[in-house]
Each structure stands twice: as structure tokens, then as C-alpha cells.
């Protein structure tokens, strides 16, 4: 932690914005990974995966559904 009270010229100064930016890049990179990772799990064929899901919890044909719409996109992506 930087100690404010400790700087007494401009290169205590600078050595101190110098650490926390570099503590502000770490935290910006750590931040924006965690938005990534989010932003990736929240893709349409997750949420239609997980809606589905939550709906067919007696009858299993999620599976047979999203195979289906997998195989229709693929077709589709190639054309």
C-alpha cells in the first residue's frame, strides 16, 4: 500500500503513480477477463441450452433439441 505521507520529493512521487497504475492495469486486466468469461457464457445457444434445460426436467429431450439446432446451424454456417 502507498503511504502518502512517506513521499517528500517528485521521484517518491513518481515511484508511487508509477505503482498505482500499475496496480489499476492489473485490476483493469483481471476485470475485463472476468467480463469476457461472463460475456462468453451468456452466448444464445447457452441460454437457450440453460432455458431448456429448467424446462425439461422430467423429460430429457434438451438433448435431442439442441442437437437438432446444432446440426442446423452447422448446415446452415457451411452454405
Known sequence: MIKYKDIKNLEDLDKAQQQL??????????????FDGVKDSFTPMNLFASGLHKVSTDIPFDVHLLNIVRKLKKRLGSK
Open 21 to 34: 497504475h500499475s496496480k489499476l492495469r492489473k485490476k483493469e486486466k483481471r476485470i475485463s477477463k472476468n
